[in-house]
């Protein structure tokens, strides 16, 4: 059974750091593409970053380019989002997910396993 828990989100100000986790339970996890979703109240569920398996390949989503910074630790069977210079806009519920094929991704619907999400709430 695939399991995935966020952890590291909170209350922070605009302009601070928060580095969320991931750790994930899964047979597959090394050999796997993850990625970090956000649901922010009345919206749908957006991407935000990706990572390959080996933790060479990543990408972001336009919004969060430059300030968050994804990456994995395969010893660990745990993924992390390092989030800087927050904003009010970053605000929402952050999602883990995990994919059945090794590449990045960067649909929802790209992905299988999913986290029940850690809230991340910036004020200004």
């Known amino acids: 059974q695939v399991q995935l828990e966020e952890s590291g989100g909170g209350l922070v100000q605009a302009g601070g750091s928060l580095r969320l986790s991931c750790a994930v339970s899964s047979p597959t996890f090394s050999t796997s593409g993850m990625g970090w979703f956000r649901q922010a109240p009345g919206k749908a569920r957006m991407f935000v970053a990706t990572?390959?398996?080996?933790?060479?390949?990543?990408d972001y989503a336009g919004s969060v380019k430059g300030r968050f910074t994804i990456s994995r630790d395969n010893t660990k069977n745990t993924i992390y989002l390092q989030m800087n210079d927050l904003k009010p806009e970053d605000t929402a519920i952050y999602h883990c997910?995990?994919?059945?094929?090794?590449?990045?991704?960067?649909?929802?619907?790209?992905?299988?396993?999913w986290g029940q999400g850690t809230q991340v709430t910036v004020s200004s």
């Open positions: 990572i390959n398996w080996t933790g060479g390949r990543t």
């Open positions: 997910a995990q994919r059945t094929y090794s590449s990045t991704g960067y649909s929802s619907r790209e992905y299988t396993y």
